[in-house]
DNA sequence: TATTCTCTTTATAAAATCTTTACATCCGAA
DNA sequence: TTCGGATGTAAAGATTTTATAAAGAGAATA
């Protein structure tokens, strides 16, 4: 199996080199771009297997880098910031962020991430079925089986599972997937949620009243298992 | 390594030559000023890795100093206090005192909070997950687990948490607490944090009655360890 | 046009969480 | 020891959040 390639793009030449060396030493190939643009054009000619994105970077902001990078791009990104900038944080998840450091971060914390995202990086791409308990989710063919059932789902219904199956153990906001299936103007809406998480339940889970799949996470969001 | 660098600011000389001795006998290098204004300079001139100040200096108000020490100094403050003057403790640890320790003081304890505070200086939580023996946080997800099983949190008893979990070590306020969770109309509501700490004692202590991550400083507020 | 399907909206019941109260317990000081 | 302040705990009440059904609105289809 060849290395993995890894994409740095930050702007300070000794953070570049402290994660070269780190990287190297660890059997990874690293590409280096310096500015947001350059490292959308590198990207662009040669996707590289992770990402890793300094969010404060100073020719345009880090997080409209990260906007134009997940329109096409569908790999991991994992995003630094500096420390206290929870916002910062928050979007960068919001926009489609992997996972996220921030600096100073200990190399081993690095590289345990890395591993992580690249290991989701395989599972996503070599199965375009995700399989989880008793259900299928096949996305090339656009089909959800319960039970090697097949289930009928409306698309907005579809696109909710095919959401929260992505995001598997991972809490997501009202707002974020608001945003994500309806767009950025219904962020508001919650009962739209409310209605087709029950909708959801009711076609996939065993027992609707007892969710094992969907799992409500009050005053925040829904997490999937 | 280098020795880590330490500044002691007080007007006691018995108590300079005390720290000195102890300081200097564990391996650390002890910089002395006598009054707070000597400190300001020698801490600008040369930034110690922490600085053991005491809070009651004549010529100006302890806090005073600590104030102005904070707006650029960002590495470890222990100050330090005379018995039964809670309020000034509580004050300094509002102000950005990383710890305290009350006069008198046993050497063995003041190494253990001087070695901590270093400790915290460079690790400064990093990480999107952390983990406290038994206890894995992952901020990215939102989720806790105890022993490697879920644990089901609130969202208040979660972001309680995830503020205990982001400053280890260090004691926080009640006021300090409050005003971060509630906000600033609740400084007063103690009785909400005693509710919600037993909560989240009750959830993720093996046994509440002798917590051993959330730890009681009483007048003063909490540790998380 | 009638039918079907999906989405949006409203209403209401149910569940979860937060707030408040009451009282128990602990601990240091007098 | 007794007292008083601070803390811990349980539980009732209030409030917020969530689940669910169902009616209405549009669009697509036959």
Known sequence: MSKAEILVIDDEPQIRKLLEIALES???KVMQAETGKEGIVMAANHPPDLILLDIGL??????????ELRAWYNKAIIVLSVQNSE????????????????????????????????RRNDVQASNSVIVCGNLQIDF?????KKDNEPVKLT?????LLTLFAKNEGRVLTHQCILKEIWGVGYQTET???????????????????????????????????
Chains 1, 2 share one sequence.
């Open 26 to 28: 660890n059997d990874y």
């Open 58 to 67: 100073p020719d345009k902001s880090g997080h409209e880098l990260l906007k």
């Open 87 to 118: 916002a910062d944080i928050v979007t960068a998840l919001d926009n489609g962020a992997t996972d996220y450091l921030t600096k100073p971060f200990r190399t081993a914390e690095l590289l345990a991430r890395i591993r992580s995202a690249i």
């Open 140 to 144: 090339a063919a656009r089909t959800v």
């Open 155 to 159: 698309s907005t219904e579809y696109n």
């Open 191 to 225: 009962q739209y949620l409310r209605v087709f998480v029950a909708a959801l339940r009711k076609k996939i889970e065993d027992n609707p009243n007892q969710p094992r799949h969907i799992i409500t996470e009050s005053g925040v969001g829904y997490r999937f298992v």
